[in-house]
């Protein structure tokens, strides 16, 4: 339905105009009357009115600058004068304004009806024109999108020469300076997961998951997420700091398990250079190939770890409960396939992430010891040399290994 607004001081006119026409009929509603200019500005705005009588003389602010504003505010708005004869020279004014058309008092109901059809067909083409140009503009962004995704799918592959990379780039909005984050996400196979889960179709999964990734990733145009190999999916982000790269891409992970019920692998490096991408790639894809050849149990159970390591009471009884499987059973297996008990393995992923954290000079010692785990920073400390033979604060004063 069209909205029409009817601006006149008058109330006979208003109650008059509407009544003359069956309105409904003709795919019209009357959301609002206005007896003066100012009430008449404020409401075309609350009712998103498409067409207007507007009588030239009102209280507050007459029809012509009603017009003079609408034009501004509203351009999409017909308006139709409604004037009485001692008017007709500010009805031409009007005009002058691109006003629809003009009606004089007292209006005839054929005439008004003749001109209320040629409105319609304007407002018709118009919604057409939207309509069409709304279209044409989201079938060109998709196509847009296909190609991009398709091109940075070609170039992490390495079926891109240097040159053809280079000549579309800028193209394809590629236009990344410094540190690229590369991330790689796969999602793992139902017969992967202790519970069940829906069984997505793996396009409709896709499309899911970079949505959400998306939404994540820093508000930034150069940002890119695209399918990559085998229902894989990439992401590049420019960084200046991997800390906070590093738990956003935790916390996608956790959203993805908590909305869609899906699992997945994730790994994640930084580029010094845009252009050394691809062989980051092929670095997460050997990972991921290695990643997929554990068992099902053990590759949940990393997962597992990976994802709550900074929980201090984290035990192999908890992961194994959480897993559905006896713990000295998931003790003997982290033994045969990982070579490391269930304390060291976890140790290892707790250190790997602090030594992210030190990189960040942001983070106080004691910080980063609860973020990975420790309840103490004496005993992160301890934990840290251990591995590292490095005290935390040497491998920060050293700027790394």
Request: net charge negative; proline share 3%; aromatic share 10%.
């Amino acid at each position: 339905m069209w909205k029409l607004l009817i601006a006149d001081d008058e109330p006979r006119i208003r109650h008059g105009l509407c009544k003359a026409l069956p309105w409904s009929d003709l795919g019209i509603d009357i959301v609002a009357e206005a007896e003066n200019g100012r009430e008449a500005l404020e409401l075309a705005g609350e009712v998103d009115a498409d067409l207007m009588f507007v009588d030239i003389n009102m209280p507050f602010m007459n029809g012509i600058e009603l017009i003079e504003q609408l034009q501004v505010k509203y351009p999409r708005c017909l308006v139709i004068i409604i004037s009485g004869h001692d008017e007709f020279a500010y009805a031409q004014q009007a005009v002058r304004l691109n006003v629809f058309d003009y009606l004089l008092k007292p209006v005839q109901k054929t005439e008004l009806k003749m001109v209320i059809v040629k409105a319609l067909e304007v407002l018709n083409k118009d919604r057409n024109d939207q309509k069409y140009t709304q279209w044409m503009h989201h079938k060109l962004e998709y196509s847009a999108l296909t190609l991009r995704e398709d091109f940075l799918h070609k170039w992490v592959t390495g079926k891109l020469t240097e040159e053809q990379f280079e000549e579309e780039k800028q193209f394809y909005q590629l236009h990344f300076h410094g540190k690229v984050s590369l991330l790689l996400i796969k999602p793992l196979s139902k017969n992967t997961m202790n519970v069940s889960s829906k069984v997505w179709e793996p396009s409709l999964l896709a499309f899911a998951m970079k949505n959400i990734l998306s939404e994540m990733l820093p508000q930034l145009p150069m940002s890119a997420v695209f399918s990559a190999d085998r229902n894989q999916i990439a992401a590049l982000t420019p960084v200046s700091e991997l800390t906070n790269m590093r738990e956003i891409y935790q916390e996608f992970e956790r959203s993805v398990m908590t909305y869609l019920g899906v699992n997945v692998l994730t790994f994640h490096c930084v580029a010094e250079l845009l252009e050394d991408i691809p062989m980051h790639y092929e670095v997460l894809r050997a990972h991921l190939i290695r990643e997929s050849a554990l068992t099902p149990i053990i590759m949940m159970t990393k997962k597992y770890l990976e994802t709550y390591y900074y929980k201090e009471d984290l035990s192999l009884s908890e992961v194994a409960e959480h897993m559905n499987v006896n713990a000295t059973y998931l003790s003997k297996l982290l033994k045969r396939d990982l070579g490391k008990s269930f304390v060291d393995y976890l140790t290892d992923i707790r250190i790997q992430n602090a030594i992210q954290y030190l990189n960040d000079p942001t983070y106080k010692m004691y910080e980063i010891a609860n973020k990975c785990g420790y309840q103490s920073q004496h005993y992160f400390s301890h934990a840290f040399k251990k591995m590292t033979g490095f005290s935390p604060l040497e491998y920060r004063k050293r700027g790394g290994f």
